[in-house]
């Protein structure tokens, strides 16, 4: 079945940067196009969009207040999309959450089809 797993999430040094990984494999993965994007969850926060990218990654989705530090890319040979955060502050630790849906759209607006386990990132000051 359809599955994603991130990896590249742990202790990191306030004002350094960080990319995370996500790997999409099996079933829809395999035969269909679809957009990825990522989402993070503070502790007693609500979980939030961060980026979205198409398929082809001509599409690039960020909420206005989070440009800048943000980068998302995708290299669709690996089935992987990557989020790079620059200038990392303590604001920034969270739980963060691949997500993949063959509309773009449906992952900025928090209902894609499929959603990785997550991977936590700490930031220390």
């Known amino acids: 079945q359809e599955q994603l797993v991130e990896s590249g999430g742990g202790l990191v040094q306030a004002g350094g940067s960080l990319t995370l990984s996500c790997v999409g494999s099996?079933?829809?993965?395999?035969?269909?196009?679809?957009?990825m994007g990522w989402f993070r969850q503070a502790p007693g926060q609500e979980r939030e969009f961060v980026a979205a990218?198409?398929?082809?990654?001509?599409?690039?989705y960020y909420p206005d207040s989070r440009k800048g530090r943000f980068t998302i890319s995708r290299d669709n040979a690996k089935n992987t999309v990557y989020l790079r955060t620059d200038d990392l502050n303590v604001q920034d630790t969270a739980v963060y959450y691949c997500?993949?849906?063959?509309?773009?759209?449906?992952?900025?607006?928090?209902?894609?089809?499929?959603w990785g386990q997550g991977t936590q990132v700490t930031v220390s000051s």
């Open positions: 997500a993949a849906d063959e509309w773009g759209p449906n992952i900025v607006r928090g209902a894609p089809k499929f």
């Open positions: 099996g079933g829809t993965f395999s035969t269909s196009d679809y957009a």
């Open positions: 990218i198409s398929w082809r990654g001509g599409n690039l």
